[in-house]
């Protein structure tokens, strides 16, 4: 958006006089000028479309140029900035359809100084020019070659002018050239929106110094906005690193950091000369008209938990094509050549209807949020608003709409203050759910202690002390709590039935489920094993999502063994991996059956069971710790077992359980 700067004209009249003559329309007109302490205005030039370098000396003929004013009208609606003296450009004073080179000229005669001689140039201009001083080049704003124009936004400039001749006279040749696309911003663009001042050093400085401060005014905004934009992009992505299952807060990022460009850009454009008119109007519509919108649709979308994000991002991504496209059809050298100049108002109109489509798509989200989380939704909606008027600026500054704002001398746009406004809202909204999110996560604390608690209960940290036997247990969990499990279960005929089993996923809801299976064991009289695998299947079976592998083992007193296997690693006897049909795992099928094996154990056999965490363990190259890995350890005691297996690389839930027969079981027992 093109930059308009108040420009306020001090005249001061007591020490100076000026004599206007009245000329014919076939001779230059001539202003003669007496100079004191002061500076004056000039506001009559000749002007002439096109361009030659013979407009720049002092002997042309400029009869035949048209003769213009450039007096400020008082409550002339500047659509960039409303002031009380503003000057329509050259679009509106008779060459609506002129883009390119211009040219004014003004004669004039100076008296009663001996000083040099200052032009201060308004601050409010389309877009570069050249001053010439008696066919001299005193300075320009801009950079001319042969071939090429750049544009900056437009500066306070002051010129040191050459001496006047022997007669005192001067003749300034202002050279103007305006970027086709200016038009598409102001309908009365071209050349200078308010009247040069001569004077004298002195003078001319104070009016510059204080154009420099409106300016400075002017630009704070964008430099506050940049630094405020840039702390927040980067508080939200360390946000995000910290909880990346939250992607609100990484489009949030995404969002700030294209607002904190835009900003940035506009204030290094206002105040130097870092940045050309073409490359600040590129990262605005790129970052500011393009992605940064797209990027907060995102955010709200995350942020309300969209159902249909996906097509909603489609639908967006597809608008902000289609509106890089017009915008790249809209700017220097495509208008004006390959797109013609009455195209304007047609690819403006497409544009608009673009942004009218994506302003509802944020009012549909804001809607849903409301439906979802009425208060969230009716916090975000005046933000959301906000930004979808904000896509509509450049269209109310057409026609006529003040949407910039100066309260205390600084410059605030609607896009400025949808920013404050969305900060604002975004970080209420934060810190609500920051709260809310401390509250749940006393809540898991609480939830996850207790569980602790009646894990250790179902699992105690010893094996039960068995006479016949050497039990070794060990249960090292993935998390706080884990999903495997294991029972030692004496019976009164001299028995030992022993379940292992590990539960399909993690944390709280394995624990949970765990502690049913373990319940259900406890309850169950039961002792075959293909009895007790149905049992727990048929607990199991629609209780859960995901399902439970277990191996259920009896041991008579006589050493026979009786196994039977739902999914679960087989065990092994003295380092030999045992044959075990494996059947479907526990919760898949409401009607279950499991087939049973027998074998016998002699004195000082020993049984080692493992959960697949053992198995399924992994190193940093990618590895696992495998079957023959585990099988080459498994008479090795359950505690060195379990140390390698998280020594390798812990992915799941570790647990090792191993029997050794150590006397004939049935003396025992006696």
């Known amino acids: 958006m093109k930059k308009k700067i108040l420009f306020v004209l001090l005249l001061i009249s007591a020490c100076c006089g000026l004599d206007s003559q009245s000329t014919p329309v076939s001779a230059p007109a001539r202003q003669r000028i007496t100079l004191g302490q002061s500076m004056v205005a000039l506001t009559e030039w000749k002007f002439q479309p096109g361009d030659d370098p013979a407009y720049a000396q002092p002997g042309y003929d400029d009869s035949g140029w048209k003769l213009v004013s450039i007096e400020p009208r008082a409550n002339y609606h500047d659509p960039y900035f409303s002031s009380d003296s503003y000057v329509p450009g050259w679009t509106a004073l008779g060459f609506p359809n002129l883009t390119g080179y211009a040219w004014y000229r003004a004669r004039f005669k100076v008296t009663g100084s001996n000083e040099d001689l200052w032009l201060e140039m308004p601050p409010d201009v389309d877009d570069a020019y050249q001053v010439y001083a008696n066919g001299q080049l005193a300075g320009s704003m801009g950079k001319f070659t042969a071939k090429h124009v750049t544009a900056f936004y437009s500066h306070p400039m002051e010129f040191h002018l050459p001496a006047p001749n022997a007669n005192g006279s001067v003749v300034l040749a ?29 003078t001319v400085a104070l009016l510059q110094q204080r154009n420099q401060d409106v300016n400075l005014h002017t630009a704070l905004s964008y430099l506050l906005l940049g630094l405020l934009a840039s702390i927040a992009g980067v508080a939200a992505f360390w946000i995000y690193r910290m909880d990346r299952s939250e992607q609100a807060y990484f489009w949030l990022a995404l969002a700030f950091a294209m607002e904190a460009v835009v900003s940035i850009s506009n204030f290094l454009a206002s105040m130097t000369y870092y940045l050309s008119y073409a490359a600040n109007v590129l990262i605005n519509d790129l970052a500011g008209s393009a992605l940064g919108p797209l990027f907060w649709l995102f955010f709200w979308a995350y942020w309300f938990r969209l159902r249909a994000i996906r097509l909603v991002g489609r639908v967006a991504w597809m608008l902000v094509l289609l509106e890089v496209l017009t915008f790249s059809c809209l700017r220097q050298p495509v208008m004006g050549t390959l797109i013609s100049l009455g195209w304007t108002r047609d690819l403006w109109l497409f544009s608009t209807i673009l942004r009218v489509v994506f302003a ?23 933000a959301v608003i906000l930004l979808s008027i904000n896509l509509f600026g450049n269209d109310l500054e057409v026609i006529g ?18 920013l404050f406004v969305l900060i604002l809202v975004v970080l209420g909204l934060v810190f ?40 070794e247990s060990v249960y090292l969990p993935a998390s ?5 499990f294991f029972q030692v279960q004496p019976g009164e005929d001299g028995s030992l039935l022993i379940v292992v089993g590990d539960v399909s996923g993690k944390g709280l809801k394995a624990a949970m489920t765990v502690s049913t299976i373990v319940g259900a064991l406890r309850d169950q009289k039961e002792r075959q094993p293909s009895e007790v695998l149905a049992h727990l299947n048929r607990v199991l079976h629609g209780q859960i999502k995901g399902f439970a592998t277990c191996c259920a083992s009896l041991i008579t007193a ?61 190193n940093e190259k990618k590895e696992l710790f495998g079957f023959e890995r585990t099988q080459a350890i498994s008479k090795q005691p359950a505690q060195a077992i379990a140390e390698t297996a ?5 992915e799941d839930d570790i647990s090792v359980l191993s029997v050794t027969r150590t006397a004939n079981l049935k003396a025992a027992i006696v």
């Open 174 to 202: 202002l050279r103007f050239y305006m970027q086709p696309e200016s038009v598409q911003w102001n309908f009365d663009a071209g050349g200078m929106h308010a009247p040069p001042v001569i004077g004298l050093p002195d």
């Open 360 to 382: 509802l798509l944020l009012v549909a989200v804001a809607v849903d949020g409301i439906r979802r989380n009425r208060t969230e939704g009716w916090i975000a909606l005046p």
């Open 401 to 418: 709409i003040p949407v910039d704002y100066f309260p205390f001398g600084i410059h605030l746009g609607i896009s400025d203050i949808s």
């Open 432 to 471: 609500r759910r920051f709260l809310q999110s401390q509250v749940r996560q006393r809540e898991m604390t609480h939830d996850l202690q207790q569980a602790q608690e009646v894990q250790r209960m179902l699992i105690p940290a010893h094996p039960p002390q068995v006479p016949g036997w050497n039990i």
């Open 480 to 484: 706080e709590v884990g999903g495997d």
């Open 558 to 618: 006589d050493g026979t063994m009786t196994l039977a296997n739902a999914g679960n690693p087989a065990p092994y006897r003295n380092g030999e991996e045992m044959a075990v049909a494996s059947g479907l795992p526990l919760g898949i099928l409401a009607d279950g059956s499991y087939e049973e094996t027998h074998y016998e154990l002699a004195q000082g056999d020993r049984l080692t069971f493992v959960s697949d965490g053992v198995v399924e363990a992994t």
């Open 646 to 650: 998280k020594s390798f690389g812990q």
